[in-house]
């Protein structure tokens, strides 16, 4: 009886173990921020929810070298970004999710040519596209009703 315990607790030790590595490795450093690249594809307020349940808050972009880093990863994927405009139309601005995430100016935008164009008068957020050539240039947007993969952010302050 002893033995089958044993055995048993054994497998519940390294399937533990697992998940723990599994959560881990779905986040990624890079200078003073970690960040968590989605499997799922959500909306937009599905993705901003979801990062809030993690201690998190969708990306915010404040440099160039930010900007490098995430479209690197997520080059095959389409992601949302905590960037929106849908309090006032054609006035972008950065989620503000309280003490996860604060609300800063724009800054530097990475469009693509052409965008944002608000298709059809119905798009509000945006995405960082994937498989464009210019890595400066790969935000669009998209519907938030628009089922895409995500991205969180940690930042030091909040870890
Ligand atoms: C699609 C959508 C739009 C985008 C255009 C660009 O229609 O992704 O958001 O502006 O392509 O051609
Ligand atoms: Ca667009």
Known sequence: QLQTSYNTLTKERDH???ELNKQTCEWR???SSLYYLSTEKK???ESRQDCLGRGAHLVIINSKEEQEFIHGWSECLDIYLGFHDTNTEGVWE???DGALGQSSAPGTTY???GEPNDAN???DCAQLSKQVSDPLKSWN???CTTNIHWMCEKTTSTL
């Open 16 to 18: 533990l173990k697992e």
């Open 111 to 113: 469009w693509r040519d």
């Open 43 to 45: 909306s937009w307020t």
């Open 29 to 31: 450093r890079f200078k």
């Open 121 to 123: 008068q119905g798009e």
């Open 94 to 96: 950065w989620i503000n």
């Open 141 to 143: 947007d998209i519907p």
